[in-house]
Every structure is written in C-alpha cells, then in structure tokens.
C-alpha cells in the first residue's frame, strides 16, 4: 500500500546549520507530495507541496523537490532559525485532486534548534 | 470562523463510555476529513466526506466508530464503548471545492484520554 517514510527524530541542530529531513515514499499511481509542521501547541499546517515529478515546493527557506527516480522528497533549509524547532511531517496524497483525497503521514521529525 | 474548530479541546472519559467530537469546517468547504494522531505518530485517515455524503470510511478501526455530517457542514465523530487504545488526539481537515488541488485546513485537534 500507500506509504511514507521519514528520517526519525528526534534532529537538534544549532542555529544557522543547514537541515535535511530525508523522506521517501511508496505509492501506486502519481502522488501530490507535503511537508506538514507542528508548531508547539499549534495545528497542522502545510509548509510546503509539489505535484508532479520535478517540481520544487518552497515556502519560509524551506524546499523540497519531487524526485521519482529515487521516490524521495527531501526537506531542506539552508539556515536554520529557533523558531523552526517544531515537528515536521512528510505526506502524500494519491488521487486526482487533492481536496478530496486522502493524506498518508509519515511518522514525523521532531526538529529542535539551538541559539 | 477563520479555520476549523474542533471541540472540546481536550476530553477524558472511563473505558466503556460513549464519546462525541465535534468540527466546524471553515465555511463553504465541501470536503471534511477526520484523521487520529496517536502520541508521537503521524495522523492517519479515518474517514471523508463530500458534503453530507460519507464516501469513504475505511479508515475507521472498529464498529465502535461513527461519524456524521448531516447538514454538510458540522461533523461528529462518535465513539462508542471507548477503549484505553482509542486515546489519541483526532484531528479534523477542511478543504474546498470536490475537484480542485486546495489544500487541508486542519483543526487544532481534541485530545482524548480514556482511563
């Protein structure tokens, strides 16, 4: 089935280090690819989405590129802040529209930063 | 309201007892979703729901499970006979439109604990 698998936490990183959260997939047919974040005491929100193969989702320096030859979605930033410590989901969706389909999470990276 | 409500905030109830949960979805959203967050996992799907009409619930784990959106607007999530595995935190998710690539809004979520 359906599934996504994420670089497990918990990740602490000092400020201004560069992140990678590696993420890689399984899916039937071709899936819209997320990067969700919670926030401490916040909901999910959508930090970023890519579509289709090739394409690069971006949003507050931090971006992702669709890659099928190696079914990977890697996060990445090249500064990070304090106020990025959060959690981060990887996620994908398979069907025609994204609104009405289903999100399979990956298990989550908690991201700590460090001043 | 300006995103999706989800109330209570928190409930605890005795294993055995029956429990409701309720979203109000942004406005106007046709899609609703409802998704359970288990301590230190990602959220996975229970159930969808274009309008008033329930077109998927595959994600739902038992019999014990109930969900309903009436008038195409507000949806329960109801438990029945609750168990000490059904403590998570359920998350609902709004998006608009039935054929477009909007995204989910997610709620902030209702964290059941059952004793």
């Known amino acids: 089935g359906d599934s996504v698998t994420q670089m497990e936490g918990p990740v602490t990183l000092s400020e201004e280090a560069f992140l990678t959260i590696n993420c890689t997939y399984t899916?039937?047919?071709?899936?819209?690819l997320f990067w969700y974040v919670q926030y401490p005491g916040e909901g999910l929100q959508l930090l970023l989405k890519a579509t289709k193969a090739d394409d690069k989702g971006s949003n507050k320096g931090f971006e992702a590129t669709y890659r099928k030859e190696t079914t990977s979605f890697h996060l990445e930033k090249g500064s990070v802040q304090v106020s990025d410590s959060a959690v981060y989901f990887c996620?994908?969706?398979?069907?025609?529209?994204?609104?009405?389909?289903?999100?399979?999470f990956g298990s989550g990276t908690r991201l700590s930063i460090r001043p | 309201g300006a995103g999706v409500s989800q109330s209570p905030r928190y409930k605890v109830a005795k294993r055995g007892q029956d429990v409701a949960l309720r979203c109000d979805p942004i406005s106007g959203h046709v899609s609703l979703f409802w998704y359970q967050q288990a301590l230190g996992q990602g959220p996975e799907f229970l159930t969808y729901f274009q309008n008033e009409a329930q077109l998927d619930k595959s994600g739902l784990p038992s019999d014990r499970f109930f969900a309903e959106r009436p008038e195409g607007s507000v949806s329960t999530l109801k438990i029945q006979r609750t168990q000490q595995e059904d403590s998570a935190v359920y998350l609902c998710?709004?998006?608009?439109?039935?054929?477009?690539?909007?995204?989910?809004?997610f709620g902030d979520g209702t964290r059941l604990s059952i004793l």
């Open positions: 899916a039937t047919g071709y899936p819209s």
């Open positions: 996620a994908l969706s398979v069907g025609r529209y994204s609104s009405a389909s289903k999100i399979i």
């Open positions: 998710a709004s998006s608009s439109g039935q054929e477009s690539n909007q995204p989910q809004h």
